[in-house]
Structure formats: C-alpha cells, structure tokens
C-alpha cells in the first residue's frame, strides 16, 4: 500500500512537472537582448557576433547571397475553436501574436543599394531553397502560391518593377508572394501633430518595428519608428486578414535578408521579442549590442577644442616669422646712393660695417662731427682696422660734405 502511495504520488509530480515544461514550451514569449545564448536556427551568411548582434548578411563572404535566422522551436499559431448548430464542428483559427524587433541596414558605399531584410512566419526554418537578391531569401522564381503558407513583413531598399515595388525605401505586407498586398514608403506618424515622418531604412541607424495580428479584428499591423520614438499610436500599415487560412498549427518566426554580390550590405537585428496571444515584452535598449564603427575612428572631442587653436597660433608664429625675415632683411639692405654712380668708391655692406663696429657701439664712439658720427672697427674678413663715418640721412649739408670726403680721399696717392 505504501508502495503504491508513492508511486501515486511520483506520477503526480512527473504529470505536474511535465505540465509545468509544456506550458514553458507552448507559451510562446521569448525576449533577446542581443542574441549570444539566442541558440537561433542560422544559415547562409547569418552569424552572431561577439557582442550578440545578429548579422543576417556579411559582404566578405561573396557566394553566398541570402541568410536566415529563427527562433529554434516552432510556435503553435493555431487554436481550436469549436461551435455547435445541428452538428458540432471544429475549425481552427488563427491566434493573436504580437512582434517587435530592433534592425539597422548599412551599405559600405555611400550612394550604392542592395536588398532589404524581412520579418518571417513560415512552416519550415530551411528557406535554402528560396533565392537571394529581388526574392529576399523567401521564394523563388518557381514558388509563391498558397500553399506556401508565408507571412512576411518586407523592409525593402530596392524598387523592382516586376513586384509592383511603390520605391527604393519601402515596408510592405507579402502573403505567399513578393508583390505586397499593401506597401508604403518607410517612416511614421508623430503622435504630436500626426505628421509623417520619413524613415531611411540603409540610413545605418537603428530603428524599431512592431508586428501586431488581432485574431478577433483579424487585422495585421505594422509600425516603425527611431529608437528614441515610442510606438506611435498609428501604425504606419494596417491590413485586415484572416492568417487562419494562412499559417499551419506550427510555424516558425524569424528573418531572412539578401545582400547583392560586392555592395557590402549588412543587415543587423540588435534585439526580438514574440508573444502569443498578448503584446511582445518591451526591449532594453540599454542591454542591445552596439553596431561597429563604420568608417574612420572618431576624432576625440578634445581635438575640435584644440584644434582651431593650435591652427591659429601656428599662422601668427608663420606670420611673424615672415615678417622677422623680411624686417631682417630691410635692414641689412644694400641702398646705393645717387652719388655713387659718378664716382664709384669701394663699397662695403651695411652688415660688414654695423659687424666691425659692434652694431655703432658707443665705446667704439672715435668723435662727433657737424653731420655724422665716427666709429672705430675692425674688419673681419682683413682684421683691418678702419674708421667709420655714420652720416644722418635727414642732413643734406652733411651728405655733400661726406662726398666731398670720399672723393678726395679716393684720389690720394702714397
């Protein structure tokens, strides 16, 4: 008896703590602030980086175009709804679910394009037969019927004609197709004045998107907005569908984007959280991964400070060389006097004379006459001892008189 007492009670437990597991596994919530213990689904050129971002699409790697990523276990999307008339029916209708995740597209090139990236609900996690560029990674040239059974939402940077594309920057709803139900151009409504908003997606700015489906209004929404933006209140697309005749009991969410072979497109997903049944937990922005650096290293601010004065003071120090020099040179410049082209007497330089006299030293003074001043000094070039006059260019009498001088002395002979 006690035996069975405890067997009883065992099998209550493993009941209890298998109830307890399956309700883990059919809820249907997860939240990823960033994605390192994600365990997600990966192919293609999908990686997670060392900082848990999602990278969807890498540029090194040029054989591959397309790469998915999905939450590793399937969700049940479908409930059982029975109703009785005559008879008892039971169909299965869709369940409410709501998504909301972080992404940024960066392009290496400015001015170059290539293909966008899309929220995925499908039956299957292996899209390897999907082809990349204009089908995204989702469909190819031979598929895209019901049977298909795939909800996308569409962030596309390509305007592709043969899909009715509105333009190069638009977000769409696609039901089994690559051709939306219904599209618009990227951006929101402001909740202050309800104005709409551009939004570039390859802008290399994160931004965030809310999926919403009401199974009782049968209504699928689609928001966007800046990560400094709260959800605005208007969705930017808002379609009314039964997704019962679209997904199957169990579904797969994720994503799925395509690169163009040596654009350098990166598509990024920073955080992702899924509810059934009730509104997906809200991110953490301060616990998402930051995006690499594009480009060149930042320069310190510092720099934009010191900078402007450093380039300042350096132009003052040039023009105050410049000036220096040609002060320098004014000085020492040779002048020759009117009446030296008559007489033609030996000249030496300004700079050997200021040089022999000791710059006009006042202990070199030999005398003081009517219009200019004696010095002694000595040549450096000859070690010659000579006499010095300096005459005053204000005193004409003087400069008549020094001529006079130099003439007569240019005609001694000994």
Do not use: C
């Amino acid at each position: 008896m006690h035996s069975r007492s405890v067997l009883a009670l065992g099998l209550l437990l493993l009941l209890s703590l298998d109830g307890e597991v399956a309700l883990a596994a059919e809820d249907g919530q997860f939240a990823y602030q960033g994605f390192v213990t994600a365990n997600l689904t990966l192919d293609g050129l999908a990686t997670v980086m060392p900082n848990g971002l999602l990278l969807l699409t890498d540029p090194v790697t040029e054989y591959k175009t397309t790469g998915h990523a999905f939450h590793p276990a399937p969700l049940r999307f479908l409930k059982s709804s029975t109703t009785t008339t005559t008879t008892t029916n039971s169909t299965a209708m869709a369940r409410s679910f709501s998504a909301t995740f972080v992404f940024a597209i960066s392009f290496r090139y400015d001015g170059l394009t290539s293909y966008g990236l899309a929220f995925v609900v499908a039956p299957t996690s292996n899209l390897s037969a999907a082809n990349g560029g204009r089908y995204l990674g989702l469909l190819n040239a031979t598929n895209g019927t019901a049977s298909d059974r795939i909800l996308a939402v569409e962030l596309d940077t390509i305007m592709d004609a043969a899909f009715r594309d509105i333009n190069s920057n638009h977000v769409g709803i696609n039901i089994n197709s690559l051709i939306s139900r219904q599209a618009k151009p990227a951006g929101y409504y402001s909740d202050e004045n309800g104005v709409f908003q551009d939004l570039r997606l390859n802008s290399r700015q994160p931004m965030q998107v809310w999926v919403d489906y009401n199974a009782q209004a049968r209504r699928l929404n689609v928001t966007l907005s800046p990560i400094q933006v709260r959800k605005p209140r208007n969705p930017l697309l808002s379609e009314v569908i039964d997704l019962s005749a679209v997904t199957t009991d169990k579904m797969y969410v994720g994503f799925s984007a395509s690169a163009g072979l040596s654009i350098g497109t990166r598509h990024y997903v920073l955080g992702w959280s899924f509810s059934l049944d009730g509104p997906a937990p809200p991110l953490d922005f301060s616990k998402l991964p930051s995006l690499p650096r594009l480009g060149p290293k930042p320069r310190p601010k510092i720099l934009d400070a010191v900078l402007p004065l450093v380039t300042t003071s350096l132009v003052i120090v040039v023009l105050a060389a410049v000036f220096f020099f040609l002060w320098h040179r004014r000085r020492f410049t040779e002048v020759r006097e009117y009446w030296e082209e008559e007489f033609g007497p030996y000249r030496f330089t300004y700079k050997d004379l200021f040089h022999a006299t000791e710059g006009f030293s006042d202990r070199n003074l030999l005398g003081v006459g009517g219009f200019g001043r004696v010095y002694r000094g000595v040549l450096s070039v000859s070690n010659l001892e000579v006499a010095v006059k300096r005459v005053s260019h204000d005193s004409k009498q003087g400069v008549r008189e020094f001529i006079a001088e130099v003439v007569s002395i240019g005609r001694l002979r000994h």
